[in-house]
């Protein structure tokens, strides 16, 4: 099916006004960030943030117009605003469904957000280029390899990497016409915004949209039975972060690092962002962890070895294995064929298989905890 043009979505936006000056959205300079691709849409419009509450009406009318047009499948509106100082926008009042138009927002730690799902569990760094994707997809492949029902999902928002990895293209449909159905491969459900735009179109948007999105990927999507949902998070302790941890009934978050300093005092920082926002930390991984040359055998420690089990026996945390640099990980990960699937003998595959177990332990002992702590009602 033809998808719509930009200039189709403005034109039928122009007919919504803005309440008490009359103007039309369009020429007022409010819709900001749109984005299409193959009947998906979205953007966000451009308010004061003093009347954010009673513009709902017209971000859901704004939103009901565009998925009336011909060639729509999904409309994602949200409200956004500039604020006076350094003090983070606000959460948007509302978002649509990807399918459909209405729904609020969940309320934080909402247990209707992901009903069908046991587990949930973050993989997470507090720096960019440490391999947290290629790890995330090669734990997640792990966990399917030993029979658990798994789900990915690509929190990065700028910078997603999840189609490519897991080689998957297309874009999602809806077997229901509500709610979009999750792609699928190596048995894996997964999730992405990068299987709704192009793969080099930038995402310009506000952190409100970007809250909005990350919701709407797992509360307007099937993802059916899961024993556990592995997100891919973002680089850093940013707005995207803070959404997972306060918005998601997460199990616990994974950090993984490299073996030098400064990217252990980073990751120090992601696992202190998720212990201050009660998340447990359920150990710390080491990427990258040597090189052995392929031609003599030779080990290199080139970014130094053991930084993050000596980190993880100071913080008190479970250390879960160390990855080494090799090209096959690197090269089955960008041919979308990851190593567990593509080389499961192979020394990698075991390692990522062995860190699999550790998480699913981990997994089971956390929710054990939970349950043993949450109170009993005795009836005499």
């Known amino acids: ?41 979205a953007f966000a419009i451009e308010v004061d943030p003093a009347k954010g509450a009673e513009l709902e009406p017209m971000r859901k009318l704004a939103e009901e117009v565009v998925y009336d047009l011909k060639g729509v499948i999904s409309a994602t509106v949200v409200l956004t605003a500039e604020r006076a100082g350094n003090a983070p926008p606000p959460p948007a009042p509302g978002v649509g469904e990807m399918g459909g138009p209405g729904g609020p927002v969940p309320k934080i730690g909402a247990p209707d957000i992901l009903p069908g799902v046991k587990s949930i569990v973050a993989i997470a760094s507090g720096k960019g280029g440490v391999g947290k994707s290629t790890t995330a997809v090669n734990v997640a492949l792990g966990l399917a390899a030993a029979g658990h029902k798994v789900g990915l999902l690509d929190a990065d928002i700028y910078g997603p990497s999840m189609p490519r990895m897991m080689g998957i293209t297309g874009q999602p449909t809806s077997s229901d016409g509500k709610n979009l159905d999750a792609l699928e491969n190596f048995g894996i459900k997964v999730m992405s915004m990068g299987f709704l735009v192009e793969e080099d179109t930038p995402m310009i948007w506000r952190g409100p949209m970007v809250q909005s999105a990350l919701e709407q990927m797992m509360r307007d999507v099937n993802w059916g039975e899961l024993d556990v949902m592995i997100i891919d998070m973002p680089p850093g302790t940013g707005d995207a972060q803070l959404t997972m941890a306060q918005r998601v009934p997460l199990t616990g978050a994974i950090i993984v690092s490299t073996p030098q300093d400064i990217a252990l005092l980073d990751a120090r920082r992601g696992l202190n962002m998720f212990r201050k926002v009660d998340v447990p930390v359920l150990g710390l991984i080491e990427n990258m962890s040597y090189f052995t040359c392929p031609h003599c055998g030779e080990r290199s420690d080139i970014f130094s070895h053991g930084g993050a089990r000596t980190e993880a026996d100071k913080l008190g945390m ?63």
């Open 1 to 41: 099916m033809a998808g719509v043009s930009e200039q189709e979505i403005l034109d039928a936006l122009a007919k919504v006004t803005e309440p008490g000056t009359g103007k039309d959205i369009v020429s007022a300079g409010m819709v900001q960030g749109l984005q299409t691709k193959d009947g998906h849409v």
């Open 318 to 380: 479970d250390f879960l294995g160390e990855i080494p640099l090799h090209m096959s990980i690197r090269e089955t990960s960008d041919g979308g064929n990851p190593i567990v699937v593509s080389e499961p003998e192979g020394e990698h595959a075991k390692a990522y298989r062995s860190i699999a177990g550790k998480v699913w332990d981990s997994i089971e002992r956390t929710l054990g905890e939970q349950t043993a702590a949450a109170p009993k009602i005795v009836v005499q």
